[in-house]
């Protein structure tokens, strides 16, 4: 179908988001702690459609790869 997205649940699991998603110890998924208060130059803060993939990847759920994560929760 033509302009249309089909996710499939058995691959992005029941929400529709990949599931490289971080799982805190109760099986949660996590968002980046950062979101309710992003640095200027975090990927959600962004509205260009380049940084949709990372927004998604990154602040939703797989932070403790982003650089950005990292570097401000060293130097935060």
Not at 55 to 71: A, L, R, S
Request: proline share 4%; net charge negative.
């Amino acid at each position: 179908m033509i302009g249309s997205v089909h996710l499939n649940s058995d691959k992005y699991g029941p929400s529709g988001i990949g599931e490289s998603m971080s799982q805190g110890l109760s099986g949660e998924k996590r968002v980046c702690p950062f979101v309710s208060g992003p640095f200027e130059n975090c990927y959600c803060r962004s509205t260009s459609s380049m940084f949709v993939e990372s927004t998604i990847k990154f602040c939703g759920g797989d932070f403790e790869k982003c650089e950005i994560y990292c570097h401000n929760k060293t130097h935060g």
